[in-house]
């Protein structure tokens, strides 16, 4: 059984190796970001008022690409995005399209979760996309107490999240800001669920995603990787040792 354990610690370094050299080989080039964004315009049919840009502090082009994909694929009843902006609107056009799912956006700026809730109003998206106001708050239970979203104003009765992104809070809330991302959703996640975790560009976010992998033997790496984001896939069901 140990050699096992010691075999599927191999498999899970070789496969972050492999990940850290595909996230650095990817170059984000203004061609690439151009077709991305031809490719999202094309995605969205029923428009009904200019689309927010992507990239800048939002998710760059290909990775919102990538994640809209990920849409497509999975039909999400329930969408977490830690963190609202443009990607909001576009995620919940997809929901749309697709007739089904909702995506909740946890917010710990006033100014931003105001001005996202002014694009769905003016997209007529709020039947499918709602921001949250979550402030930061210590999590006494995580070592150091880091701080991350308050979820006391989710609405109770909530099904499994089945699509998390986590594209905040931002890096000036201290070193590993977006860890708490998964040990605090963990019992919120459905028991099959998408995990994405966006700017793993930057050092910061790639010592959150070794942590992920190093806490969680749920967690696995998706085949499908972006230009700046880490797709995993959760299963609540992996098997995590002897009983």
Not at 61 to 77: M, N, R
Not at 96 to 117: C, F, M, N, Q, V
Request: net charge negative.
């Amino acid at each position: 059984m140990q050699n096992e354990f010691a075999e599927q610690a191999k498999e899970r370094a070789a496969a972050r190796t492999q990940l850290w050299s595909r996230l650095n080989g990817i170059p984000i080039t203004v061609v690439q970001e151009t077709h991305a964004t031809q490719e999202l315009i094309a995605q969205v049919k029923t428009a009904r008022a200019p689309m927010p840009s992507p990239g800048g502090w939002a998710m760059d082009a290909s990775s919102l690409l990538a994640f809209l994909y990920v849409v497509h694929q999975e039909q999400p009843g329930l969408v977490v995005e830690c963190g609202s902006g443009s990607s909001t609107v576009w995620i919940a056009y997809v929901l749309e399209e697709l007739g089904k799912g909702r995506i909740l956006s946890l917010e710990h700026d006033p100014a931003y979760a105001d001005e996202t809730r002014a694009q769905l109003r003016l997209h007529n998206l709020e039947s499918w996309a709602s921001v949250i106001d979550a402030p930061l708050v210590p999590q006494g239970h995580l070592p150091g107490a880091p701080v991350w979203y308050d979820l006391s104003n989710l609405p109770a009765g909530l099904p499994g999240v089945d699509l998390l992104l986590v594209d905040g809070p931002p890096a000036y809330v201290g070193n590993n800001a977006r860890y708490p991302a998964v040990p605090v959703m963990e019992p919120r996640l459905a028991d099959s669920a998408a995990v994405v975790l966006d700017d793993t560009g930057r050092p910061d976010e790639q010592v959150v995603l070794e942590r992920w992998m190093q806490d969680f033997s749920e967690l696995t790496l998706a085949p499908m990787q972006a230009a700046r984001a880490a797709f995993m896939m959760w299963n609540r069901h992996t098997h995590q040792g002897p009983s």
